[in-house]
């Protein structure tokens, strides 16, 4: 399945030293997750992960990379403290699992509430074929704005992180 | 087949802790965004694999479907890729900065130059 895929990829990206192939290995990730989106029925998802995700997050990493260093350091000494934590963290969450609806169950909680609504109405309130459009820019029209003013914000923040300094480096504005 | 249906559910957490140890174990700094990046990534998959339902479509209305998969998490998740990407972008500018005042992007080297001032 390709989530096995994706989590070879992660383990790569977890060992590597070179960050070029780091970032590159970075970037399939990204289109494996939008191959599994597409599977999983989430299209619009598949396709804006695929855009951003794999493009315009690949680009931002390798221009700071051309800006930084192209490898990693080697640490002063293996810990393994960071490794226990994770264990447990993740013991933890997968025993949170074990209460979880299953794969495609129709009976699973999330899918009784809002969503039939949706489902069923959109097509006469709104007219639109595609109810994630639909409900994006009608029913959570808000939720967009302040997605707007988010990447507003990171936009300026960007401007004036890199665009204050006496040197001028346009290499890497804002692109969201 | 019992446990089959949490398959996606354990991947996810898995990818979620591998971000997870990129980030409190290694201190490159270009590093730490791409596991911040593998995480949240974990997420949006999580949130995707609980939209789903068996036998479903893409949520687009068409003559001859009947069931749907739920387009809540969809919408929720479409959002979050694109705010993703705008942090992402924030802190890879934090980094060039850090570059430029300190001449280096290690987190303990970085450290160092803090405490010899």
Redesign the interface.
Known sequence: ?L??F??TT??A??VLRD?FA??ML?GI??LL?AS??LV??????AF??AA??AG??TV??L???A???RT??K??QW?PL??V???I??AT??YG??D???????S?A??QH??PR??NE??HETGI????TS??ASY?GY??LG?VA??F???V??MV??GA?T?S?KK?G??? | MQWLGLYNYWIVIFLMMAGFYVVISRSNLVKKIVGLNLFQTSVFILYISMSKVQGGTAPILKEGFAVYSNPLPHVLILTAIVVGVATTALGLALVVRIKEAYGTVEEDEIHNKDESL
């Open positions: 399945m989530l096995s994706l989590a992660a383990i990206v977890v960050l780091v970032v970075f990730y990204s997750t599994i989106f999983l029925d989430a299209v619009d998802v804006t992960e951003v995700g315009i997050s931002l990493m221009a700071t990379l800006l930084t260093a990693e350091k640490p002063r810990s960071p490794l934590v994770v264990m963290t993740g969450l997968i699992t074990l979880m609806p299953r794969y495609g169950d129709p699973a999330i899918h809002v969503a949706y489902i959109s097509p074929p595609n109810i994630v409900v994006l959570r939720d967009t997605e988010v990447i914000t990171a936009g923040g960007v992180l890199l300094g040197r480096r890497k804002e692109k969201s």
